[in-house]
């Protein structure tokens, strides 16, 4: 049971136009969402998050958007650069008993940047 | 950086050879994890500890223990390593707010032969 997809394995942009990866989730208990950034052979870095209690939240050229209503997050990139080619994972987040974070991540969209 | 280091970077072992995996943190964090990255598959929590002593099951837990016995190591042993363990393994932590980024370290390869 896959509780969030990301149903793009990869995508292809060109540099300086907007990159937009998408994302759905099943589970209503999530109350935070992240998206993370992936380099070959370095762990992820983070990115950008938002609080379910928002629907946009913006850093610098990256911008998330969450529907609620519809389970699904988008990241948008702009203007897209050749550093930004890499693998994004997005993740929902709830709580287990202890206080630990429970990060239920999405398989990846490689992005990549054309000159 | 969050401070968190894994050694070894890589592995190759044999099948039915035990394994063990660790992860260094410097900035006392309570909450360490351990992740698996596969293709397909995003990454997965195996174990998670939310401190000394104290771990828990993730979604992916069969064939790994986990030990905790100081803040700053958390152990992940393959008691019989299988090929099916040959994968890339994420350790993070987080400090516990109810907004939490988790960290994550470099990352360890490993491939069971």
């Known amino acids: 049971d896959q509780q969030v997809k990301q149903n793009s394995p990869s995508l292809s942009v060109q540099e300086g136009r907007i990159s937009i990866l998408n994302c759905d989730y099943t589970?209503?208990?999530?109350?935070?969402f992240l998206w993370y950034k992936k380099y070959p052979a370095e762990g992820p870095t983070f990115l950008i998050s938002?609080?379910?209690?928002?629907d946009k939240n913006e850093d610098g050229r990256f911008t998330v958007f969450l529907n609620k209503s519809a389970k699904h997050l988008s990241l948008h990139i702009v203007p897209s650069q050749p550093g930004d080619s890499a693998v994004y994972f997005c993740?929902?987040?709830?709580?287990?008993?202890?206080?630990?974070?429970?990060?239920?991540f999405g398989q990846g969209t490689r992005l990549t940047i054309n000159p | 950086d969050a401070g968190i280091t894994q050694s070894p970077r890589h592995k190759v072992t044999e099948t039915g050879t035990p394994v063990t995996l660790r992860c260094h943190q410097t900035?006392?964090?309570?909450?360490m994890y351990w992740y698996r990255q596969d293709p397909g598959h995003g990454l997965r929590l195996i174990h998670y500890s939310y401190g000394v002593k104290d771990t828990d099951k993730g979604e992916v837990s069969d064939g790994y223990s986990v030990s905790r016995s100081k803040t700053e190591d958390f152990l992940l042993t393959l008691e019989s390593a299988t090929s099916s363990q040959t994968s890339v393994y994420f350790c993070a932590i987080t400090q516990g707010r109810s907004t939490d980024t988790q960290y994550f370290g470099p990352g360890t390869r490993l491939t069971v032969l």
């Open positions: 589970n209503s208990m999530f109350d935070y």
């Open positions: 993740a929902a987040s709830a709580r287990f008993q202890e206080g630990a974070q429970k990060l239920v």
């Open positions: 938002i609080s379910s209690i928002k």
């Open positions: 900035e006392n964090h309570r909450y």
